[in-house]
């Protein structure tokens, strides 16, 4: 019985692994059966991968900076209508990023989005678009790894930096961020993986113009709809290097800061 | 009562925590005294010591620290020390670290705050513990760095929440000598709140019971263990043999009349009332045959045999069965375990025992 459990267990597992390594051995057999290669111009890759890493970085940056105050006030406050409101924050996560994208470009449509353009430039096909599309497709998960991690917090440790000489704010500061430091990493390096491969609300919002818009999985769109395989698949093998690298160094920071 | 200018008082204090409530709370607690806030789990002590520390907001009602009135301060500016249940030390920081913590808000010159540390490791005896993590502390070291960090910042009072709850159960009374002596030292004020019977004797000089969310009695330790004021009071001090009976007149006092046994409680009710006689199991002696007996025992001999004897790890209690009594056995007694062989005591063993009557608890119903 133990020996058939292992074998569930273990075989069920070795059958996920086999999947992604097929994907990607693919994807390498594809690259080698090409007749006629060609990479993408130098200019473009660099232009694509600055574009991603700047906008995923800005818009993983501001999503962290968003859902601090609001996962700790989720996670720490009662008040009316609170599990409506969580659910709202919540949708991000399960929404299309489709729909998000064409969410977007309808407010700016209104007259409050067109006065927020007219306050803050335009966001409509052009890389600040970008910026948003992103924010708002990660902010839903910044946000829920956030209130997770405030929560495992025991609120003994605030009421005793109080009683102790500390205000609120220097409660906050000095007792629940360290105590947080490695959700807040995770968070900041999870939303930042997720919104540098996002691409349907960026598409949406932002456009997909080459050397304007253009980010990696733009970058991909662009090339596959060209059918340009050889420079695609450049672009994925940089996208999934960079994917990578980032849920390694997730789980290394994790095992360095525990 | 204990010292009549209260350092801390409570007064007439209400609050309300979804289905719980603390009523009509009123305590007090003397300059320099060590008042230990007694009750069983969930009758309302920790959420008393956070109303007091300020954590909670109450309804109605004042809390007055050494002559000023707190009910609305902030905690941070109430100046009392807390040393919650487990503790809550600084997982990030280490054990001087933790002790420093509270220093930062008072602005403290660093050679002050040196020696003040230097002071606090030597009275904690925690000195060789200061680079350490505090995850690889042992549980007493724990509560003393706790105990640390909220003497640092110089209190005017501290509050320690079941300092003990989380201290393995053979180390418990070393510690709680050492904690009487560390406070003895400094000499603060402190409220203690704990659900242990030993502990609190051990500790206090004066005890409140809180029972249900209400203020049952206060009092010094003696008085508190000694005469509970009412039947709920003494079913947590351990008198476990409670029985209704009414007060007759008698020419040395009174006696109740238990049914199918009675007992002498001297002036202690009413001739007619209906009355609850408590009596506590150490209460209950075995009368040596052939010893003379002490005169707070001889008016309440009775007779009977051992129905069942358990056996715990220090002591021993004996269930004893009134002769002619209906019940299955009527008294329960504890004794230290080596009386068992010194009286050769079995079960089915016909004995007599007698009732220590100045420790029988009368109360009107």
């Given amino acids: 019985m133990n020996r058939s459990f292992h074998i569930l267990v273990g075989g069920v597992s070795a059958l996920l692994i086999a999947l992604f390594l097929v994907l990607l051995i693919g994807m390498l057999l594809e690259l080698w059966q090409q007749t006629s290669l060609r990479a993408p111009h130098f200019s473009e890759i660099v232009f694509a991968a600055r574009l991603s890493l700047i906008t995923a970085t800005l818009a993983s940056a501001i999503a962290l900076a968003v859902s601090i105050p609001v996962a700790y006030a989720f996670s720490r406050y009662s008040f009316p209508g609170k599990d409506l409101f969580d659910t709202l924050l919540d949708l991000p996560i399960v929404l299309s990023p489709i729909a998000i994208g064409a969410l977007l470009l309808i407010f700016f449509n209104t007259a409050l989005g067109r006065q927020l353009e007219h306050w803050f430039g335009p966001f409509v096909f052009e890389v600040r678009g970008i910026v948003l599309a992103q924010f708002v497709v990660v902010v839903g998960l910044s946000l829920r790894l956030l209130k997770e991690t405030f929560q495992a917090i025991d609120v003994e440790y605030e009421n005793l930096a109080r009683s102790l000489g500390y205000n609120q704010m220097q409660v906050f500061a000095r007792v629940v961020l360290p105590m947080a430091r490695r959700g807040l990493i995770a968070a900041f390096l999870l939303t930042w993986g997720r919104a540098i491969g996002e691409f349907g609300a960026t598409v949406t919002l932002a456009g997909a113009t080459t050397m304007k818009t253009e980010t990696i999985p733009v970058a991909i769109f662009l090339n596959f709809e060209s059918v340009d395989i050889s420079s695609a698949i450049v672009f994925i093998t940089i996208l999934i290097t960079m994917s990578f690298a980032i849920l390694l160094f997730v789980r290394k920071t994790e095992a360095y800061v525990r | ?365």
């Fill in chain 2, 1 to 365: 009562m204990c010292d009549s200018r209260p350092f801390l008082s409570v007064e007439s204090l209400h609050l309300t925590l979804g289905g719980f409530a603390l009523r009509n709370m009123t305590l007090s607690c003397a300059r320099g005294e060590y008042h230990v806030l007694l009750g069983p789990t969930g009758s309302g002590k920790s959420t008393l010591l956070k109303c007091i520390l300020g954590f909670h907001r109450p309804e109605s009602g004042r809390i007055h620290l050494d002559g000023c009135e707190i009910t609305g301060a902030l905690p941070e500016h109430r100046r009392m020390g807390y040393v919650p249940q487990d503790y809550a030390l600084f997982p990030h920081l280490n054990v001087e670290e933790n002790l420093r913590f509270g220093l930062r808000p008072r602005r403290m010159r660093s050679n002050q705050a040196d020696s003040l540390v230097d002071r606090l490791c030597e009275v904690l005896s925690i000195g060789s513990l200061r680079r350490r993590e505090v995850r690889h502390l042992s549980g007493g070291e724990r509560q003393k760095v706790a105990i640390g960090r909220a003497l640092a910042t110089q209190p005017k009072m501290l509050l320690l929440d079941e300092p003990f709850s989380s201290i393995d159960e053979g180390a418990k009374r070393g510690l709680w000598l050492e904690l009487r002596q560390i406070i003895r030292d400094v000499g603060i004020t402190t409220l203690h709140v704990t659900h242990n019977l030993d502990e609190a004797y051990s500790l206090g000089q004066c005890q409140s019971l809180m029972i249900d969310g209400s203020l049952v009695q206060s009092g010094s330790t003696r008085e508190i263990f000694g005469r509970p004021i009412n039947e709920s009071a003494a079913r947590y001090f351990n008198y476990t043999n409670i029985f209704a009976g009414v007060a007759e007149k008698t020419a040395g006092g009174t006696r109740i009349n238990l049914g199918h046994f009675a007992v002498e409680a001297g002036a202690k009710a009413t001739e007619g009332k209906r009355v609850k006689v408590c009596i506590r199991q150490q209460d209950i002696r075995v009368i040596k045959e052939g010893a003379p007996v002490k005169d707070s025992l001889k008016r309440n001999i009775l007779s009977g045999e051992i129905t069942n004897l358990i056996h715990l790890r220090e002591e021993c209690v004996m269930r004893f069965k009134i002769e002619g009594s209906p019940k299955a056995y009527d008294l329960e007694a504890r004794f230290p375990v080596h009386m068992e062989g010194r009286r050769e005591l079995h079960e089915g063993k016909k004995i007599r025992v007698a009732l220590w009557e100045p420790m029988i608890a009368v109360f009107t119903e």
